[in-house]
C-alpha cells in the first residue's frame, strides 16, 4: 500500500482545511489509517485514526471537538476536517495505515506500517 497526503498549506487562525490521503493498493479496504503530525522540533504524535469499516473514529484530545476523519473506500482515500485551526496545529501531517489494530495501539506511531509523505499545515495568528 501507498499512501499520499495532500491538501496542505497555510491559513489565519479559526479557519479550515481538508486534508486527503490517497492510497493506492487493494487491500485499502481492510485497513485502518492514522493521522499524525510533528511540529518542529518536536516528536511525532497521534492526531486522529479511523477503522477500515469508517465505523469507528479516535482523536487526540487537543483536536476533539475540531477535527473530523472520515473516508471513502471506494475512492480509496481517507480525510481529515479541520476547523478552528490554532496556531499549535502548525506541523506537518502524515497519514498511515495498519491492519489488526487493538485500541490500545492507535495513537502508536510503531503501529503503523505503511506510511506516506507528509503535508504542511501552517496556521498564523
Known amino acids: 500500500v501507498q499512501l499520499q497526503a495532500s491538501g496542505g498549506g497555510s491559513v489565519q487562525a479559526g479557519g479550515s482545511l481538508r486534508l486527503s490521503c490517497a492510497a493506492s493498493?487493494?487491500?485499502?479496504?481492510?485497513?485502518?489509517v492514522g493521522w499524525f503530525r510533528q511540529a518542529p522540533g518536536k516528536e511525532r504524535e497521534f492526531v486522529a485514526a479511523i477503522r477500515s469499516t469508517g465505523s469507528n473514529t479516535y482523536y487526540a484530545d487537543s483536536v476533539k471537538g475540531r477535527f473530523t476523519c472520515s473516508r471513502d473506500n471506494a475512492k480509496t482515500t481517507v480525510y481529515l476536517q479541520m476547523n478552528s485551526l490554532k496556531p499549535e496545529d502548525t506541523a506537518v501531517y502524515y497519514c498511515a495505515a495498519a491492519s489488526g489494530l487493538i485500541l490500545s495501539a492507535i495513537p502508536s506511531t510503531h503501529s503503523y506500517g505503511y506510511w506516506g509523505q507528509g503535508t504542511l499545515v501552517t496556521v498564523s495568528s
Open positions: 493498493g487493494r487491500t485499502f479496504s481492510r485497513l485502518s
